[in-house]
């Protein structure tokens, strides 16, 4: 059985004590507050250590916990016994009962030292594993660039091959590019620049050509001009353009003549260059360019600016910087190695400045921020240049061994990488002027080798290739103030009631487990789905397994020990994208990516591999289905992206009903042949744009995507909505919108905005449907008090909006994925976000913490106190000034009265009534509470009960007067005319059961098809089996006869 086990990461659990305790802010918020160690001076420490040498210690020099708590809190003076209990208890981690002076400093020397370490990860980039992408070039590779608008990195090399690769750096294609100039193999591309503001590309080719390829054709890759005539071969080019000015541009070009030529664009976004009158830009012809057509002027949306100071080396390096307005360019060269040309204004020529370096260099970079020019020297120097003051270097980085190949500032960080011959890669500390970090013996080895680099800073990835070689190094996300739960965006959350746990999924296939008490992470699974994105997740009803989707199509059943025990092929063997899973009784349903549902049934998971089973009710949606809600016994409701729900028999798997927020829309079910030409969702690895439509799909229209359904969630905890009429599901998704349907009788009883300006959004509702949460793009929640919305029935739709509680932002980007659980009697709300976080709140907004924060939180045992429950909250503030020192006489008196209304923090099981969820038992409770309060102050004898009816009022019922009989009763012979007991005595005859039999019972219409069909199969079974018994004897007895 090919079993996945991906590899498991074990997070030992810290000492309970060294958790802090979450402290109650004056507004009833929650925060961590600073260790008491970060809080002690040099004079505190002293004073401690005088502690350490009393005489009365016993044993000496050393301290219990108690003695640890008084002492050291009377002697520093600040902070409280309790975080001199948990610093106890953080040095005492072999839990001994005493500590001594030594523990305490190496306790504090190991705590500074990681925290130092922290500081110096923050500077010092830190990589993941150097990665060798697929090797598809067969030549030197020339460039590596990343193309903005469709997010994807192309490589070119030597012999015109484009390799275009996607974000995850997969191969999503190969291109070969050529021009009709002379033959293929005299043919070298030299280099290549994407033109950001008019999605094209430029390649420059020996046969002194440059061609320009529209990325937005329909063609593959369509050569919309191509500049011919060129006085040498263009080997080194560079792109820019004006970011608040899309029309201005300027291409610059070096060629092997060492001449530095610039074609300086002022229609970029109408056109590069002067079209004939009788042709368009649109059309699918190639334009031909000669230089000599430039330089005369005949292209009046541009203009040519050059020198030739390089005489005639080859220029390895060109740029232009806006912030100087200069040209830059290099040689290896010693006269004249770096030339500075200064563009101004209203001259036709160029201002020129050079450096003049020895033995030359090999390339060279600017950083506008810093003003700094750094050199990569051949006589293995870096020198670092004012632009201005070109005598002499302002400083000179030394230590590399070999010849310096390229050099690349990274802004952001203030540092410089640079690349040498005998392949070491260095990053330098530009304020310093000192080597931070030196990466060698990780690159291939070849002797002799050309390199391209390329540092793509955005995405912190670094590419350099060797010869036709590709490798990559990913820099690891900064510690930054901001913590983050996962290192990619998280895309599910879920909560183990069973473990107590929460579980989160994000877009790197990693799953990772942590501990709601005190956001501890337990354990993580990587790469369970390879290197696919974990887009959904689901439990099943024991919470002992756990289900995973991808976007690589398929399901898998894990246990909590990493072990994979059933693969679902879900999309059958096609990458797609899932998007909610849903475990019933007796099957899994899987929906997201086409207008059927996907079912597998629970007693075909024998084998490791597992295909589909049919599922009967065919196709009734008109577009992909995306979320789907059960009800028991058999209620299943599905939600598509055009706003169509679906209602479910889930035994028989027929369709009963349609819901649609627009009633005159017309619904029809389409036939299960057309499910692969229905519009498929585009499956997309950013979570923020998981409901984004390709151009193929059905529903384009604006009012589809407005009635989208994300989100559906089924009211279980509302009883006799069949008497009262009221919603019974909820359902979210497109502009902003919440639904409420009452699927019984086929209603909308009322919707809301919730996220005004919101494309989709997300919800989640509590067990006790109390609580509507919701999340939006910008990673705000929403928490909205439902308990009464929509509660009755009504023939018009309400539209007004219900209490809306809290409104808080937890997170920075968008909320992919919330959750509800209730633990030590509180309601905590889990976020999940694109942000890489997760959130862990309160249904006020108050924040309990993140996961993956550095310190962990106590969630400590508070009652759940609702905030519209103000008559209640004072009622239990009287309560607790009762049961204060000042007190004590009407305590004692009163003791069993008290404990019907006094809070234990231990609450026992059978003390939990489900009637105080239902909005009656509330309300029933407070005026209760009121009733026995005032019961206590005048003295009433009240007995102890628990339960439902625990706060009833028990007492000695009232003496009544004897009530009289009426005289119709006493004497019904006068009133009603009749002997009764003669009416009584006639038995009334009752037709014969085969009268009134009109027809036999017919088993079809009385039991299910699904039952007869197995007894048909049954009966054949037996049959057979006699059948073949029957033969066997024959057999048998013949074989005994001949003998």
Known sequence: MNNQNPPVIERHPSSPAAALASEESSDGGRHLGESIENKLSIKDFTKIQNLFKSPELNPPECMSKEEFMERTYAAVGHGMKEEYGDLFDKIDVSREGFIDWDKLTSFMLLELYEKDERVKSSVIPQWK?????????????????????????????????????????????????????????????????????????????????????????????????????????????????NPDDGNDAILTFGDVNGQVQAICFSAAMISLFERPANSTEDQQTTLYITWKELICGFHKCCSIEKHGL???????????????????????????????????????????????????????????????????????????????????????????????????????????????????????????????????????????????????EPHGRLFLSFNNHLSVLEMKKEASKRDTSHE?????????STFTQVISSDTGSTITFWMIDTGRKIKQFAGCHGNAEISTMALDASETRLLTGSTDGTVKIWDFNGHCHHKLNAGRDRAVEISQILVLKRS?????????????????????????????????????????????PQSLVTGSYDGEMVVWNNNTENASRKLHPCPSKTLRSKSDS?????????????????????????????????????????????????????????SCGGSGYVRFWNIFRNQLMGEFQAHEGASFIVMTIDKANNY???????????VWDIQEYCIDYSEKKTMELPPLVKSFQPHSDCITHLETCTHNHCLLIISASADCSISVSDELGNLVGIFGQEEHWRIEKWSVILEGDNELDNIQETTGAL?????????????????????????????????????????????????????????????????????????????????????????????????????????????????????????????????????????????????????????????????
């Open 310 to 456: 390089h005489e005639n080396n080859w220029v390895r390096e060109v740029t232009y910087s806006a912030h100087l307005e200069a040209f830059l360019s290099c040689t290896t060269s010693d006269n004249n190695t770096v030339i500075l040309a200064w563009r101004e204004k209203g001259k036709p020529h160029l201002r020129t400045t050079s450096l003049n370096i020895t033995k030359g260099i090999n390339g060279f970079d600017y950083d506008s921020g810093l003003n700094i020019i750094a050199t990569a020297g051949i006589d293995h120097k870096i020198c670092l240049w004012n632009p201005y003051v070109v005598s002499k270097p302002t400083g000179i980085l030394q230590g590399n061994m070999a010849s310096v190949i390229t050099v690349k500032f990274i802004a952001s960080r203030k540092q410089l990488f640079s690349f040498s011959k005998d392949k070491v890669l260095r990053v330098w500390d530009i304020h310093h002027q000192v080597c931070i970090q030196r990466i060698a013996g990780i690159f291939p080895k070849t002797l002799e080798f050309q390199l391209s680099f390329y540092f793509y």
């Open 488 to 496: 990619k965006p998280v895309t599910c959350v879920l909560y183990n």
């Open 883 to 1043: 049961t204060s020192p000042h007190n004590e006489t009407a305590v004692q008196s009163d003791s069993h009265g008290l404990q019907l209304f006094t809070e234990h923090k231990e609450e026992l099981p059978f003390k939990n009534s489900p009637w105080e969820n239902t909005i009656l038992g509330r309300k029933y409770r407070r005026n209760g509470l009121k009733e026995k309060l005032h019961s206590n102050f005048i003295g009433d004898s009240i007995q102890n009960a628990i339960g439902t009816f625990g706060l009833l009022s028990i007492g000695s019922l009232q003496e009544t007067a004897e009530m009289s009989k009426p005289d119709f009763v006493v004497n019904p012979d006068k009133y009603f005319g009749e002997n009764v007991e003669e009416k009584t005595s006639n038995i009334v005859q009752f037709p014969t059961f085969t009268e009134t039999l009109k027809a036999v019972f017919d088993e079809g219409s009385l039991f299910p098809r699904e039952i007869l069909e197995r007894e048909v199969e049954a009966k054949q079974l037996n049959e057979r089996k006699f059948q073949e018994l029957k033969i066997k004897r024959n057999k048998k007895t013949t074989r005994i006869i001949e003998k």
């Open 588 to 632: 899994i349903l899987v929906v997201g990516w086409e207008r059927i549902i996907t079912v597998f049934r629970l007693n075909t998971l024998t084998q490791y591999l597992v295909q589909p089973s049919e599922w009967k009710g065919g196709v009734q949606h008109h577009d992909d289905i995306l979320c789907a809600a059960f009800l028991p």
């Open 129 to 241: 594993d150097i990665r060798s992408l697929p090797l598809i070039h067969k030549e030197n590779i020339q460039k590596v660039v990343y193309l903005k608008g469709s997010c994807r990195y192309v490589t070119l090399s030597k012999d015109g091959l484009l390799g275009v690769w996607g974000e995850n750096l997969k191969l999503q294609r190969s291109l070969r590019i050529s021009t009709d100039t002379v033959k293929l193999k005299d043919l070298w591309a030299t280099s290549l620049v994407f033109l950001a503001n008019v999605n094209k590309v430029a390649v420059a080719f020996t046969s002194k050509e440059i061609c320009f390829y529209d990325l937005n054709s329909k063609q593959d890759l369509f050569c919309q001009y191509k500049l011919r005539g060129l006085p040498a071969t263009p080997i080194c080019m560079d792109y820019w353009n």
């Open 772 to 782: 509507l949460i919701t999340g939006d793009l910008d990673g705000w929640i929403k």
């Open 674 to 730: 057309q499910i692969q030409s229905a519009g498929k969702r585009s499956i997309s690895s950013s979570t923020s744009g998981r409901y984004t439509r390709s151009s193929s799909g059905f529903c384009s229209t604006d009012s589809d995507s407005n009635n989208t359904v994300t989100r559906l969630f089924f009211l279980g905890a509302r009883k006799h909505i069949s008497a009262t009429g009221g919603a019974n599901l909820a």
